[in-house]
Every structure is written in C-alpha cells, then in structure tokens.
C-alpha cells in the first residue's frame, strides 16, 4: 500500500508526531489532501518554540535551513504563544513572520527581538528594544518577561498601565519611573555598575504598592528604604553571592518592609545562623514557609527554637535548612522542573523553588 492509500486517521495519527516547522510545511506542500491534513495537525498547536518542544500542542524551528514561510499565518489559527528568535529570523523571511503574528487572533504571548503590530495586543511580550510604537500596545500587556535595559523600560513605563508581571535582568539604577500600581509578580536580577556597588531592587519594588510576589537576585550592597512598606506582599525570593557585603542588620531592616510574608526562602546567605533565624519568626507573624537550604550557617539548633516557638504561639511553619528535601514532598504542588513556558500564572508554583536564571516565561 502506498502511504497515500492510507485511510485519512492513519495520516492524521503520523502528522501528529511531526512537531519540526520545516517538516510540517513540506508535508503541507505535497498535496491538497496533504495540506488539508496538515491544517487538522497545526489546529492543535498552541506553542511555537525555538527548542525541542515539551508537549504536543508545541511546534519548534531550532536549525538554520531555510522554510518557506508564505503559509505560516494560515496554518496555526490557534496559536497563544510564539517565539521569534534569530534563528527563525534566519530561515523565515520576516514578512512571513510579521504576517504570522498579524493574522494570529489567538496569540497570547509572544518573545521577540521588538514587538510587532498585532490586532488583539498579546498580553506577555518579551523584547530587547522600546520604542515610541509601544503606546499603541502598551495597554494590553500584562506580562513584560525580557527587560535588559532598566533606564528604556523606566522611560516607556507610562506605556504599560496594566503590567501585572514584570523581568528585569539588567545593570542597577535608582528607579524614579512611574508607581506599577497592577503590578503583582517582579523578578529582578538587578547587577551594581560604573563603581557605584549598590543594587536597587527593593528600591524599585518600592514602586510597586500592590506587589504580591517577588524573585531577587542580588549581587552587591543593596538600598533599603524603611518608610515604605508592602503590605501585600506575600512571597519573597532572595538570592545573594558569596561577595555581599550586607550584614544580617541590613536584612533585618529589609524584611520589615513586608510584615505580612507567608513564603520566604533566603539562599547562599553566609551572614544568617541560627539566632538570625529566631529574630526572623517574630518579624514575619504571619509566615508559613521558611527555606534557607542554602543558607549553611543555619543548624539544627534553629529548627528546634522554631518547632518550639509555633507550639508556645499556635503557629504552623514549615521550616527548612541544610541538605532538607522534604520540602518537596511537603508542598508538591510546587515545581522543579524546567520549563521554558509556564502553563499558568502561579509564582508559588513556578517559580519559588526554582533559580534565578531557571524562571519560566
């Protein structure tokens, strides 16, 4: 029997494991009952990657041979995310790829070298570049995940009034954009400059007074303002180097700022041990969660001051330090696995026990 022969399930069940761009667009190109085949496949997918795919709603284009792009703004019509990367740049003409984003209602996000004009505004962006342009989309955006440049983000702020969800990965400045009133997710990884040696991560969280959770990693001294306070924040990340050069007083002072935290992890700080740990229960009333795994001054002595403490008050925290992996079996609901693309918009579940540099988009 010539493949050809086969009955239409059969083909459709064979084109299901096609997940390469390429493969997918010459098989599109052989027939018209091959293409119409195609277009049931490419309905499924949700995802177009640059990398191997982690599902099967995904579609990836890794690889540098050319493709012919003309059909690409027909054949995903259910499209929520894309990545556009150099590479795609290189084997797509970008009128073929410009197209793809136009056309596509369902495009949710999308990660790209700038943004591109698109009908419904995608809600996730992520972009080296700003321009004036964004004011026309600006608006619908609620997730910005690839700031490289703090002082252009700063300057096109105003662009963006309901961000909820905010990554910056750039060199430090004293932050004087406008207040991120929606904001309630920031990842900073904020790095001192121009012999300055001062990260402001906190400071720009200062901006952000309805901010819920935050994911920091800090490489130098940091600011801290002890006038403002976040109220609403209630899951805290923090990472440092071994070269911090900020005291447990600076920490202290720090923490203060967000009395109502329930989920903290604090990792490679040297400065911590064990009497650091029982100030930090009664700084924290309402915590729940305490992770400083990595945090190796910390012994065995403050896990039992802090089993003590939540019998003498009536609390429950749940309290972690050393080489501790039942944290995992504790709150399964949060994840370690990689993921280029988070399947929802969960901090506590994608983001918390995972590095700095591990965080999803």
């Not at 399930?9 to 293409?35: A, E, H, Q, R």
């Not at 996000?109 to 996730?124: C, N, Q, R, T, V």
């Amino acid at each position: 029997m010539l493949i050809n022969e086969l009955p239409d399930d059969c083909l459709l069940t064979i084109f299901d494991y096609l997940n390469y761009l390429g493969d997918l667009i010459n098989c599109y190109k052989v027939s018209i009952k091959w293409s119409q085949l195609i277009v049931k496949r490419t309905k499924k997918v949700k995802y177009l990657l640059e990398s191997y795919p982690e599902n099967g709603d995904c579609v990836f284009h890794r690889g540098t041979e050319p493709i012919d792009g003309t059909c690409l703004s027909t054949l995903f019509p259910t499209l929520k995310f894309a990545k556009i990367s150099d590479g795609l740049y290189k084997k797509v003409e970008y009128k073929d790829i410009a197209a793809l984003v136009r056309n596509q209602e369902s495009l949710e996000g999308l990660i790209a070298w700038s943004p591109f004009k698109h009908p419904d505004k995608p809600e996730m962006t992520s972009f080296d570049l700003f321009e004036p342009s964004m004011q026309h989309i600006g608006s619908s955006i609620k997730q910005l995940c690839g700031v490289y440049d703090l002082a252009s983000f700063q300057k096109y702020a105003h662009y963006f009034p309901n961000l909820e969800r905010l990554k910056i990965i750039s060199e430090s400045q004293y932050y004087d954009g406008p207040v991120l009133e929606k904001l309630k997710i920031i990842e900073l990884g904020l790095r001192s400059c121009g012999g300055l040696f001062i990260v402001h991560s906190f400071q720009v969280m200062d901006s952000c007074p309805n901010l819920q959770s935050a994911h920091i990693d800090v490489n130098d001294r940091f600011f801290v303002d002890e006038t403002i306070k976040l109220q609403y924040l209630q899951d805290l990340v923090i990472s440092t180097y071994n070269d911090c050069e900020n005291s447990w007083n600076d920490f202290e002072r720090l923490l203060k700022k967000y009395p109502n935290l329930k989920h903290l992890a604090l990792r490679n700080l040297w400065q911590i041990t064990d009497e650091h740990i029982e100030q930090l229960v009664h700084i924290l009333p309402n915590l729940l969660l305490l992770d400083v795994r990595y945090c190796y001054g910390v012994t065995q002595r403050a896990a039992d001051y802090v089993q003590s403490h939540c019998k003498r008050y009536g609390r429950s925290i749940k309290f972690y330090f050393k080489d501790n992996t039942q944290i995992q079996s504790d709150w399964p609901q949060l994840s370690t696995k990689f993921e280029r693309i988070s399947r929802g918009f969960d901090f506590m579940k994608h983001c918390f026990l995972k590095d700095f540099l591990r965080l999803p988009h």
